[in-house]
């Protein structure tokens, strides 16, 4: 079970050491110091992070790309990191005793139509993991599987609002909805206590929407969530250990 005021612990313990570690605990946090610190980025997104990250699961992390500042073992700054599928496999082995949920992420915005209803959402294509990020709860049918996984199915999971834009009172459980050009049936319907905007996404399986629109293998950004049994040292040193072989993998200057 999560214990915040244990996390919370954590998170002063790795805010006062912001030189020696680009990871916490809390994803606004983690989120602000990877970007600044991993790859460069400055700082001014914060309210943006803060409102992307509302109601989210609070033990979770986000690693996104982004591009270098400083020129590092003759490449030149300015250079994008692109995470891929060996950068998920890579993290998830590694570490697989500090992580308890974990996830790859690819995303666009694309049209959504249900008879004459349509609208623009936001698509994810993830892992079954992934739930608990969002705290989505199922209110009607099922979350992604790994079978789904598997057999790269065109299956979705809906939010709530997208189920009342496009069904008005029906349920969308079983029915087809066409996602530019290509029909995916609904299997679940999800609520979000993050907000209106957090039940507004549909979540597809990563395999399935990578196959589709990322063949080269490319990731948007990495989820993960950390071990609860982890105490404040072990935190400390996974971070930083994270960190330290993203960094050499990806040949960032330390």
Wanted: glycine share 8%; no cysteine.
């Amino acid at each position: 079970m999560f214990d915040l005021d244990r996390w919370r612990e954590i998170f002063q313990a790795i805010s006062k050491n912001k030189l020696r570690t680009a990871l916490s605990g809390f994803t606004i946090t983690f989120a602000i110091l990877l970007f600044t610190l991993l790859f460069g980025i400055g700082n001014g997104l914060k309210h943006t992070f803060e409102k992307q990250f509302a109601g989210d699961s609070q033990n979770s992390i986000y690693i996104n790309s982004g591009n270098t500042t400083k020129p590092y073992k003759g490449l030149q700054s300015g250079r994008q990191i692109q995470f891929r599928n060996e950068d998920s496999k890579f993290i998830n082995e590694k570490f697989e005793d500090e992580i308890q949920f974990f996830s790859p992420n690819i995303q666009r915005s694309m049209q959504v139509i249900y008879k004459g209803e349509q609208n623009r959402y936001t698509i994810r294509g993830v892992y079954p993991d992934y739930q608990p990020f969002e705290s989505a709860v199922i209110q009607d049918g099922r979350f992604l599987s790994y079978l789904d996984i598997e057999n790269r199915v065109k299956v979705v999971a809906v939010g709530r609002l997208v189920e009342k834009d496009l069904f008005g009172n029906l349920s969308a459980v079983g029915k087809n909805i066409n996602i530019e050009g290509i029909s995916y049936k609904v299997v679940g319907v999800f609520n979000d206590p993050g907000g209106d905007g957090d039940e507004r996404f549909i979540y597809t399986p990563f395999t399935t929407f990578q196959g589709m629109y990322k063949p080269n293998d490319e990731l948007d950004y990495i989820g993960l969530t950390f071990n609860p049994k982890l105490n404040i040292n072990q935190a400390l040193a996974f971070t930083n250990s994270l960190t330290k072989m993203l960094k050499e993998k990806h040949n960032v200057d330390p």
